[in-house]
């Protein structure tokens, strides 16, 4: 496994390039986690067979990924190897704003009321916008003067406005009250399971994949 890693973002947005090459029967990419900022995953080679919120997803070129904040992910990559982009963008940081109809928007994503589509189809128009748009703005990124950041700054919200135009609607209410119960019951069966052992916040947040912030 490779990462093609920068220290040097200056934008609230990052774009890794990743090559996996099986070796030893070990397909995995990246274990189950969740996290606050939004993650994107671009296939460029190979496949990618994702996990995201229970779903399974077959990732194939040209198709997208998206792991919303706080949805559970895991990824296992093909015995060919597989080459894709990860983007990862805190929501709170790359649309700022305190007066603007992105403020609610933003929120609910963070909430869980509202989400972008999980799978983006090659053959949609919209995916294959996207596409190109994510391709220079790995481009753009490079760039470092003014006029570099500027450019990246308006892919970043071109990508945001066709994400938010094609792909943004509001969470199942049904959905969310299952996955709310669904936290209680696991909660109780780890409780159950492990009473008599030494058990901290710490260690519930471990085996329910979330940061404590998100858990308390």
């Known amino acids: 496994f490779q990462k093609d890693y920068r220290p ?3 934008l609230p947005i990052a774009i890794d390039f990743y090559t996996h090459r099986n070796e030893q029967g070990q397909a995995n990419c990246f274990s189950s986690h969740n996290h606050e900022i939004l993650e994107i995953l671009l296939v460029q080679k190979g496949t990618l067979c994702v996990t995201i919120d229970g779903y399974n997803y077959t990732i194939q070129p ?21 080459e894709y982009l990860g983007i990862t963008t805190n929501l709170k940081k790359i649309l700022p704003y305190s007066q603007t109809s992105l403020t609610p928007a933003i929120s609910d ?7 972008f589509d999980t799978f983006l ?7 294959q916008q996207l596409f190109q748009a994510f391709v220079r ?7 470092k003067s003014p006029q570099g950041e500027c450019i990246s700054a ?26 709310d119960l669904a936290f209680s ?16 916040t710490r260690t519930i947040c471990d085996y329910l994949y979330m940061e404590m912030p998100q858990f308390c």
Do not use: M
């Not at 040209?62 to 296992?76: R, V």
């Open 137 to 143: 703005l790995q481009n753009a990124l490079q760039d």
């Open 62 to 82: 040209g198709d997208i990924a998206i792991a919303n904040p706080f949805e559970i992910h895991q990824g296992e990559c093909d015995c060919n190897g597989t």
């Open 121 to 127: 189809h090659r053959d949609q128009e919209s995916t």
């Open 185 to 200: 019951r696991n909660v109780s069966q780890y409780l159950y399971e492990n009473y008599t052992k030494d058990i901290s």
């Open 109 to 115: 994503l963070l909430s869980g009321k509202s989400r």
């Open 154 to 179: 308006s892919i970043v919200f071109e990508i945001f406005s066709v994400l938010f135009r094609e792909h943004y609607h509001e969470t199942n209410l049904s959905l969310r009250g299952a996955q």
């Open 8 to 10: 040097d973002y200056t």
